[in-house]
């Protein structure tokens, strides 16, 4: 499940039109979402707040055989729309689970966005606009994260995030990334001091040009109606003189298509030989199916993992027949067979097993005003198991 500030920086991203899910770092995010979940640790309590539409706060207090906590804080430049009541949230917002992927968007008009920018008093004396600004601290071990996020145009953002920790080389490192996205495709430059770390990424989307003026989409015309995607990223490594690459391809059905939602994956790194394929499928409203296989050419080595998210929905029905408004409300919306009503969500439960017989369940959901995860995780070939 997000973090509130995670879920407070995804309303950020959607205030200011950038869509997530059109980059290489997210070509697997459906697989990842389903099958890498992380089972909680101990026990760990979260209180947090949006106390202005431009402010948020979040305190965080665990204990995983000795007690730890953190404080952050987030400034927002844009006021922000998130419900911010536990009871209200929608749990399609805070869990990862399959990702429904939208129809490209034209970006936004340059002169749209400083006739929008002059239309606010206030904005206008501003210098810098659009910027979204987090700070955590760690307890007691005094460690420091910050992340400094600015949209620099209808198609590029920068972001610069750090950590300060004694314990690291150097006492902390610093990541920063340029993003441009113009929807036919997009690119990401970023730089590390963690040894000299530089590299570059590529997502290309075959099909249409939201940039231009396209007919209708005919879903009729095609069995499977989807966007086939493929791109590619590179990295060095200054100071270790080492690199790497890697390259991957995506096939996702859009929400005209008539049949069952599927998304599938290939990803290969040909300096290490491995080669990985997902598969998933989303089987109903309430059920979704993901499979990956990995397999090193260099050694034969291979994995198999499967897994699943089960959703349960409350009795009442919520009617859906509004349209979506914005890139996070499209995101939120689930596609419905039959065209029936579909009920809120009330929670998922996730599970997965691999080859080896590795084991893990994770159940998300709320209680009146509290949102919770639980779930074991156990390890038969050398008897531990964890529950959070």
């Known amino acids: 499940m997000l973090g509130f500030m995670e879920y407070v920086q995804n309303a950020f991203l959607d205030a200011s039109h950038w869509n997530q899910d059109n980059s290489y770092s997210s070509l697997t995010a459906t697989a990842r979402n389903i099958l890498d979940f992380p089972t909680p640790r101990g026990l760990r309590f979260n209180v947090s707040s949006l106390s202005s ?12 055989g000795t007690v730890d906590g953190s404080v952050s804080y987030l400034y927002s430049s844009i006021p ?3 419900t911010s009541k536990s009871l209200e949230i929608d749990l399609c917002d805070v869990v990862r689970g399959y990702r429904h992927l939208q129809e490209l968007s034209r970006p936004d008009e340059p002169w749209w966005w400083e006739r929008l920018r002059m239309c606010n008093f206030k904005l206008r004396q501003k210098r810098f606009l659009d910027v979204l600004l987090y700070g955590r601290m760690f307890l007691p071990r005094s460690t420091v994260e910050a992340l400094y996020l600015r ?4 198609t590029g953002q920068i972001k610069v995030s750090c950590v300060s920790d004694a314990r690291l080389k150097n006492g902390g490192t610093v990541l920063a990334l340029f993003q441009r996205d ?17 590299g570059i990424r590529g997502l290309y989307n075959f099909g249409p040009d939201p940039r231009k003026d396209n007919p209708p989409p005919n879903a009729l015309a095609e069995p499977f109606y989807g966007r086939f995607s493929a791109g590619a990223e590179l990295y060095y490594g200054a100071m270790n003189k080492s690199g790497g690459v890697s390259t991957g391809i995506r096939f996702v059905t859009l929400p005209a298509h008539n049949g069952i939602p599927i998304t599938m994956t290939l990803t290969i790194n040909p300096l290490m030989g491995n080669l990985s394929t997902t598969y998933a ?3 109903g409203d309430s059920l979704a199916l993901c499979s990956r296989f990995d397999f090193n050419v260099y050694s034969y080595e291979s ?8 959703w349960r929905h409350r009795r009442k029905l919520v009617s859906t027949a509004a349209e979506p ?10 596609p419905h067979f039959g065209g ?3 009920a809120a969500a009330a929670g998922v439960l996730k599970a997965r097993i691999n080859q080896n017989g590795c084991i893990g369940l994770l159940w998300e959901g709320r209680v009146k005003e509290l949102l919770f995860c639980l779930g074991p995780c156990t390890i038969p070939s050398i008897h531990i198991g964890e529950t959070g």
């Open 182 to 198: 113009v929807g036919k495709y997009s690119t990401e430059l970023l730089y590390s001091t963690d040894e000299a770390l530089a």
């Open 325 to 334: 408004t914005t890139l996070g409300d499209a995101k939120a919306r689930r």
């Open 340 to 342: 029936e009503e579909t």
């Open 281 to 283: 499928v989303k089987a």
């Open 151 to 154: 949209r620099l145009s209808p």
């Open 80 to 82: 922000l729309n998130a």
């Open 303 to 310: 994995d198999l993992v499967i897994g699943c998210e089960l």
């Open 53 to 64: 539409a431009n402010l948020a706060t979040s305190y965080d207090l665990g204990s995983i």
